[in-house]
């Protein structure tokens, strides 16, 4: 069973791969991540600070940015929060939706965690008013009434084809027959900003709306988070 995100079309994914180790378990990255959703619930980065290696990086929409001048110091109020854990790389993904008129958001976080599971970067996208097919509350709606639910070990999918997956779904903008490769489900639904595919019935389908154009630049700045307790990558 293999799930995406609302912020898949970020391509928040990489090809390094890191070596297991005991701090690194589920629980424990998902606890240390409750310190970035104070650090955005506050503004500022009061709760991050025992946390932060001494050389991390700050990346906000694919840019090195002053942590001070980005979205990490707005204080917002988040409505909705999902983490997934890669227990194998070190990594967290979180999603954050912030429907207030006044600042409304969707964010997708991921952040990498050292052996000791100080955080070595924070690589963000945000979307407000003005993105692309932006509507928070609408996103809101889609997400709140998504159910995800752990996958028992006997039936989760391997690291190596959550992430394959994951691949097959990226290269569509470039490769014309990339979506044979993808495992579509039946019935499924994807969400890309505020458009939902899904309608309730038992055929519905992700791929109206996959891209038409497979002209495109490659999508090849790839940080992959694998989860396999929710088939998430």
């Not at 505020?194 to 109206?208: E, Q, V």
Request: aromatic fraction near 8%; charged fraction near 20%.
């Amino acid at each position: 069973m293999i799930l995406y995100s609302i912020a898949s079309w970020t391509a928040l994914a990489t090809t390094v791969l890191a070596i297991p180790t005991p701090s690194c378990d589920r629980e424990s990255l998902i606890k240390a991540t409750d310190s970035y959703i104070a650090a955005q619930t506050a503004g500022n980065l009061v709760s991050l600070q025992s946390t932060l290696a001494s050389n991390w990086t700050y990346t906000e929409n694919n840019k090195l940015t002053d942590v001070k001048k980005g979205v990490l110091a707005k204080p917002l109020k988040i409505d909705h929060r999902r983490t997934n854990a890669d227990t194998t790389a070190c990594r967290t993904y979180t999603e954050l939706i912030v429907a207030d008129p006044a600042t409304p958001y969707v964010i997708g976080t991921q952040i990498q965690y050292d052996a000791s599971l100080k955080i070595t970067s924070i690589d963000t996208i945000a979307s407000t008013t003005g993105s692309w097919l932006f509507d928070a509350k609408k996103t809101l709606q889609y997400v709140l009434a998504e159910k995800w639910d752990p996958i028992p070990v006997s039936k989760q999918d391997s690291r190596a084809l959550i992430q394959a997956a994951g691949d097959a779904y990226m290269d569509m903008w470039n490769n014309a027959t990339a979506s044979e490769a993808v495992p579509w489900g039946t019935p499924c639904t994807r969400l890309e900003g505020s458009a939902y595919t899904g309608k309730g019935l038992p055929d519905d389908s992700c791929k109206p709306g996959i891209p038409a154009n497979h002209n495109q630049a490659p999508n090849t700045h790839r940080r992959y988070v694998v989860d396999e307790v929710m088939g998430s990558s």
